[in-house]
């Protein structure tokens, strides 16, 4: 005699888990058991999203989440219903309503950008650029705001999106401040030259406490960036502004973004731990 069939109850529960499994390899967060080989390997969603991948279809859902066709399917389904997902005009699928709103609760996001944006926005008439705020989310850096106008020069960053911490100005005061295990593994995944020349800039941003840093593409451009720092020093977020190179020397923002970053500190209740 076989066994019972489960309860119908037991059949819901099981289609949640497994939609919440699937959600979080999704967003790159799945968890397999420790020691597990894709416990080190980054899930294929976690990639950066580019404004040609932000919508995918079935198929690619599929390849990217390692999970059966028409399995993908049926919890797409799922996720279309709860408003978690939505479909473009050409029926791919990208991120919902539902996720914007559930993110925009997240504390440690909601509360700072509240705190920083009219610093942020004093900064942005000043400079007349692109002005950024960022965390660090591991080991990358996580854009909580921007600020652009209309003729500012182009750049890839939007909110919502990950940054490299050893390649972009935000990012290197968050690596200059992130705990030496951080560093380390940031570090080991260069090349030995990078690396030095990384190393070189985060002795430079910890010693000045600002990170001047300049690349050229999508187009050139010089990005000064300060630490937003609590009461013990510890570095909690970093604020830059982003300008074309070649337009005024980028030394010439250094003070006003100092001053913003302070700012934003001292309206999160922080004050700069005494010196001397």
Do not use: N
């Not at 019972?4 to 529960?13: C, E, F, G, L, V």
């Not at 968890?31 to 294929?44: E, F, I, K, V, Y």
């Amino acid at each position: 005699m076989g066994p019972a069939p489960r309860p119908r109850a037991d059949h819901a529960i099981d289609r949640h888990d497994r939609l919440a499994r699937w959600t979080r390899r999704c967003a790159g967060a799945s968890g397999p058991r420790p020691g597990h080989p894709s416990s080190r390997a980054p899930s294929p969603c976690s990639r950066r999203s580019t404004p040609t991948t932000r919508a995918l279809g079935l198929a690619d859902l599929a390849r990217r989440t390692g999970i059966p066709l028409s399995t993908t399917f049926r919890l797409a389904g799922h996720l279309l219903a709860w408003g978690a997902l939505e479909k473009d005009p050409d029926e791919r699928y990208v991120v919902g309503l539902r996720l914007f709103e559930i993110a925009s609760l997240a504390p440690r996001s909601h509360g700072l950008r509240e705190v920083a944006l009219p610093y942020l926005e004093d900064l942005h008439e000043v400079s007349g650029q692109h002005v950024l705020l960022a965390v660090r989310e591991s080991d990358e850096a996580l854009l909580v705001e921007r600020l652009s106008s209309r003729g500012a020069v182009e750049i890839d960053y939007r909110v919502g999106g990950r940054m490299p911490l050893h390649d972009t100005g935000v990012g290197l005061v968050l690596l200059a401040g992130a705990p030496a295990p951080v560093a380390a593994r940031v570090l080991d995944r260069l090349d030995p030259p990078a690396a030095d020349r990384v190393r070189g800039r985060l002795e430079d941003v910890r010693r000045r406490q600002v990170a001047v840093f300049a690349r050229s593409s999508p187009a050139p451009v010089s990005s000064v960036a300060a630490p937003v720092r609590d009461g013990l020093g510890q570095t909690l977020a970093a604020v830059s502004v982003v300008v074309p190179a070649g337009a005024a020397p980028p030394q010439a923002y250094v003070p006003v973004v100092r001053a913003t970053a302070l700012a934003v500190a001292r309206g999160l209740g922080h004050r700069p731990p005494r010196t001397g």
